[in-house]
């Protein structure tokens, strides 16, 4: 189950080493919004998730939101972030994190997709064959039935992994 196994796994986005990325050739970022970047629901741009956007542009990675949220909360948070967005991405699907790819002018193989979840972030990076797949902890356990329904299955997946602090 490769297209389900994320390549990295850590309980937040302010784990994530990011020397890890760099030595892998990753220079782009593709990331979730909901539960990855702040809890589900916010409009509030929390200081930390500023300082964690601003630490990965100096560090010279370039930062796509890619969320299936379509409400106008994201265009709000992408803003707050300073960073490029495509939303209604219809995730697992391919054709956002292409889309995205194309707005950061990035190839797969230099690009990482971050999220909370194996059945949209993990596998759509996975079916767009990025360079790393990376997996990090919900920020809220609030969510959309359907979101709970999956979180079951990931929790057998990830039954014996625990993610990097």
Known sequence: MKLLSPDLYYASVHAIDLDVLAAAGVSALLVDLDNTLLPRDTNIVSDDAKAWAAAVAER???LCL????WHDRVKTVADGLGCALVDKALKPLPFAFRKALRILGARPNEAAVIGDQLFTDILGGSLV???RTVLVMPLSRSDLPHTLALRLMEGRILADRQPLA
């Open 60 to 62: 010279g990675f370039r």
């Open 129 to 131: 064959g990025v360079a």
């Open 66 to 69: 890619v969320s299936n949220n």
